[in-house]
Every structure is written in C-alpha cells, then in structure tokens.
C-alpha cells in the first residue's frame, strides 16, 4: 500500500473534521452546551479523547466552528441564484421553500444557535457571525423588497424575517402538529 498523498490527507482531515462537528451538534443539541463534555462528543463521534483535541483545542473552540460552519452554510444558501429568473413571486415562493427545507434538515443546529443566542454571554460571542449573516440576508432581501418597490425595503426584509423566526420557533417546539403549508401559502401571499 502506497503512503497517502497529501491531497488524501487534507480529505481525509476535512472527513474527520465534520465527522466531529456532526457529532458536537448531536450531542449540543440534546444536551445543550453546558450538559455537554468532550468525552460525550468523542463517544459519538466514534473517536479517540485525544483525536479529537487534535482537530479542536476546547469544547468551547468546537463549538466556534460548529456555529460558523453552520451560518457560511445558510449564507450560502442563500446567495445561491434561483433556477429562473430572480425577484417574481415564483422565485420568491421557492426560496422560501427551500429555506425551510433547509432548516428542516439542520433543525439541531438551528435548535442549538436559537438556545445559544438566547444568553447574553452566547449572544456576544457570536455576535460577528450572526451580524455577517444578518448582512448577507438583508442584501438578498432588501434587494428582494427594493425590486418589488417597497416603500420600505429594509423594514420590510427585517419584518420577513421575523416571520422566519417565528416559524423556526413553531417548528422546534411542534413540528408535526404546526400547519406549514398553510402557513407558507400565507407567507408568499403577504410578502411575494
């Protein structure tokens, strides 16, 4: 068996590396970071103690990058261009499907950043994420209302998502009893 190359290697950090981040949004989730402790996470990462100190020096250094990873990935999202033209309410209604789709699947990271955000302390150091992703959405949106001639196109990005926030919410605490479609259609209707 030939050495790996370093092209394998680096992979196969990256591999191990979310492999941990997974595993720390299992286990923040369900026991949130304070009931947490690296031997949890190591347990279900199916990794060593000190393997895992290797790719991340703290819980709290883990938890950082779990937070970050988890705002590039909804900021991404949603500067990712439509599959039809951009700005008409065709647009907007799958987009917004979409977003929920997505929080759907990350609904523990969601679960976790909303506890998290929810305590002062949490709050500040994560504050430069949050406010990037606050940005990245409020371009994409405010653009949105801009072209469909809001008279306020900012207030109006700032009101949907509060919205959002409050069907995140609704969807964490029942989201099998909570009418989504419904809810969605009204959604586009208010706000397409």
């Known amino acids: 068996m030939s050495p790996r190359t370093s092209t394998q290697l680096q992979a196969l950090r990256e591999e191990r590396s979310m492999q941990i981040l997974r595993a720390a949004l299992k286990v923040f989730a369900n026991q949130g970071y304070n009931g947490s402790t690296i031997e949890m996470i190591a347990r279900e990462a199916g990794v060593a103690k000190g393997l895992l100190y290797s790719y991340f020096e703290s819980k709290e250094k883990l938890l950082e990058s779990l937070i970050t990873y988890g705002l590039e990935k909804a900021s991404a999202f949603l500067t990712e261009p439509p599959d039809g033209p951009q ?9 917004l499907r979409k977003m929920v789709q997505l929080f759907r699947e990350e609904q523990d990271f969601w679960r976790l950043y909303s506890m998290l955000i929810l305590q002062p302390k949490m709050a ?57 479609e419904e809810v969605l259609d009204m959604i586009i209707e208010k706000f397409a």
């Open 124 to 180: 500040e150091k994560f504050k430069a994420d949050a406010m990037s992703f606050l940005e990245t959405y409020m371009s994409v949106y405010g653009s949105y209302f801009q072209q469909k001639q809001s008279k306020n196109p900012m207030a109006e990005a700032m009101l949907f998502g509060a919205v959002l926030d409050g069907l995140m919410f609704d969807l964490i605490l029942s989201p099998d009893e909570y009418p989504l």
């Open 87 to 95: 700005h008409t309410k065709e647009a907007f209604a799958a987009n």
